[in-house]
């Protein structure tokens, strides 16, 4: 089978972690399947060096006249998996739609590559609905291929797609062979728009992301936490908690992996609460780091507002990782109770005591390995694409 697979969001030297899991979703797939021709095509969609601001006039008209800052190049990642990267200036889409037009052009040229190496592609796959799933309406309706989408959005819509969702979003979503969510609620949503859709699990480096020795672990207990410094992972509660379980005499170190734009706001809370010794931001790391990270931690923590399925989850149970969670929806229904703490709200009495009953239990790492295996496993996931691959070329 040929895949010709389109990200939305991609990782660059600024933002390494940005939409990195579809890339190795792809490598797990290749993996897998052996016997495919795989390709990912990318543009530059978060490399801050090809965004255009027109408040600057003067300098948005000059870089584009001028040689792009990075080079259009082929990597050969796998045997079976190449990207093709051809980068486009992106703007603001209140004007000349941020040259989307454009970006569906590169990723034309593109597919052109995959098509003069391996031949025209059974599929092509767009992680999220948009840019690439409208980019692979498009590509779908002049080349006469099938396309499938897998949504992730959270929430669905995005605040900042909001103005292209009757233009773009709806009609891919509406046209594509076929629909895939990463959850319940998701798909419940799409449903409000009169979208089919159906249910598939994200995939993980299972092999990578395993059960570590237990003499990993410290002697403070550690509560890890997994994603972008912003407002939908609600950390202010999280930090709150790890205060108030403080003054009850549970002594607690907490670990955040992430970036974004909140950290200023959630250092200064970390400090006006004393928590320096407590609370460690650890910025993006590596993949290396990360396994490390859930090695050497106690408890995986998820303090959000709202999630669909989220990588780092799946990540932490293939490690042998017990999960505390706030009661977004699709929690409960993501994890057992026998292996994870789900809070019954929000509040903060009830997100620390959910902290506190986690820290007094004990759970079997090799038993969650499994629970995540016998859920989420590649080959489970895996078999269930391919026949989804299936059924939108019939």
Not at 48 to 61: A, E, G
Not at 276 to 294: A, H, V
Request: a positive charge; one cysteine or more; charged letters at 20%.
């Amino acid at each position: 089978m040929k895949i010709f697979i389109i990200p939305s969001w991609q990782p660059s030297d600024r933002f390494p972690t940005t939409g990195i899991f579809f890339y190795d979703q792809a490598r797990v797939l290749a993996q897998q399947k052996p016997d495919w021709q795989i390709a990912i095509s990318s543009w530059g969609s978060h490399d801050s060096r090809l965004w255009l601001t027109p408040l600057r006039p003067l300098d948005f008209f000059l870089k584009q006249l001028s040689k792009l800052p990075i080079s259009r190049k082929e990597v050969l990642i796998t045997p079976n998996l190449v990207e093709f990267f051809n980068p486009c200036h992106t703007w603001s889409r209140r004007l000349f739609s941020g040259n989307l037009p454009k970006i569906i052009q590169k990723n034309e040229e593109n597919l052109l590559k995959f098509m003069a190496y391996y031949g025209k592609p059974d599929v092509i796959h767009a992680q999220v609905s948009f840019p690439a799933g409208y980019i692979a309406m498009e590509l779908a309706s002049k080349f006469d291929i099938p396309f499938v989408i897998t949504e992730h959005m959270s929430p669905f819509p995005m605040p900042g797609v909001k103005d292209v969702l009757k233009k773009k979003i709806l009609p891919a979503l509406r046209v594509a062979n076929k629909v895939m969510v990463v959850s319940q609620h998701l798909k419940e949503k799409l449903k409000t728009y009169q979208i089919k859709s159906e249910l598939a699990a994200n995939f993980i480096d299972e092999i990578f992301f395993n059960v570590g020795e237990a003499s990993n672990l410290g002697n403070q207990f550690t509560l890890v936490a997994v994603g972008r410094l912003e407002k939908q992972k609600n950390y202010p509660l999280l930090i709150k908690a790890v205060d108030e379980l403080r003054q009850q005499g549970l002594d607690l170190q907490l670990k955040i992996a992430g970036e974004g734009t909140e950290r200023k706001k959630i250092s200064e809370l970390i400090q006006r609460l004393g928590l320096q010794s407590q609370i460690e931001l650890l910025g993006d790391i590596e993949k290396d780091s990360l396994k490390l990270l859930l090695h050497s931690a106690h408890r995986f923590v998820s303090s959000s507002l709202h999630e669909n399925m989220p990588v780092a989850i799946l990540e932490a149970l293939a490690c042998g990782l017990p999960v505390i969670s706030t009661p977004w929806q699709g929690a409960d229904k993501m994890m057992d109770f026998e292996i994870s703490e789900i809070a019954p709200s929000f509040d903060l009495n009830d997100f620390s005591k959910a902290i506190s009953q986690s820290v007094g239990k004990a759970y079997n790492k090799e038993q969650i390995r499994q629970f995540y295996i016998n859920r989420y496993g590649n080959k489970v996931v895996i078999n269930e694409l391919e026949s989804t691959y299936q059924s939108a070329i019939l």
